[in-house]
């Protein structure tokens, strides 16, 4: 049987809280989550360190769901605490099919998880448990995405995979505009000045700053997880 040797040792996997819920698009779907901890659980059997961020808008996204009713900053902590719920619902996943899995959140909660830090965070990658960044990065008006890139600058990841609802990077939103064009690699100085939703500009500028590669790819297959990993052509690489 082939050896599979993956290109990367350590990434940074963010996960977008919609594409936990499935077709249901809110709550969690239960069987997509498990394919997820599958594919997380085979590339770290391949000797790949893996920490995860997950967004929360399958339960509240902060701003939007917010927007007009709640103060901006409240708004964003409950929307952190929708992260913490799913990092909690993947851990026990994961715990059930034996993988080693750790939570940390960025503002303490004892009773459910460790507080973040990053020589712990390091640790237990080391140590070969999968590590979930829960609570975004514990401040509001930042968005998950731009956590994923300060949690990967900080762990020193070789890469950031950007599991989200759609399979890569295009030149317009291709649910609006059927002449939308997929790039297959793009760099952040595109993106930026093209006004591309990748990710927020304050998470694009902050990868950019830090030359953290990015992979965008459809989570509807988990395994392109591993395909980005073995550095198969999967979606679109922002660098």
């Known amino acids: 049987m082939e050896t599979i040797t993956p290109k990367y040792r350590r990434i940074l996997l963010k996960i977008s809280g919609e594409a936990l ?36 808008g399958n339960f509240w996204r902060g701003a939007k769901d917010g ?84 949690r990967a600058a900080e762990i020193d990841a070789d890469a950031i995979l950007l599991a989200k609802n759609i399979d890569g990077v295009y030149s317009a939103d291709p649910r609006q505009d059927q002449s939308a064009v997929k790039y297959d690699s793009i760099s952040y100085d595109e993106v930026l000045a093209q006004h591309l939703t990748v990710m927020d500009s304050t998470a694009t500028s902050l990868a950019m700053d830090n030359h953290l590669p990015v992979f965008v790819f459809a989570l509807s297959d988990p395994e392109n997880i591993i395909r980005a990993v073995t550095g198969e052509a999967v979606g679109t690489l922002v660098e």
Request: contains cysteine; hydrophobic residues 40%.
């Open 21 to 56: 819920a499935g077709e249901k698009k809110t709550g969690l779907d239960f069987a997509v989550i498990g394919k997820v901890c599958d594919a997380i659980e085979q590339c770290r059997q391949m000797g790949v360190q893996v920490g995860v961020v997950i967004g929360g």
């Open 67 to 150: 927007g007009g009713h709640m103060e901006r900053s409240r708004a964003d902590h409950m929307g952190m605490l929708a992260t913490v719920m799913n990092c909690l619902a993947v851990s026990d996943v994961m715990e059930q099919k034996g993988i080693p899995v750790r939570v940390q959140t960025a503002t303490e909660m004892r009773a459910f998880a460790e507080p973040y830090t990053r020589l712990r965070a390091v640790t237990h990658l080391e140590e070969g448990k999968v590590v979930l960044f829960g609570g975004g990065s514990g401040c509001p008006y930042f968005s998950t995405d731009t956590a994923a890139v300060l």
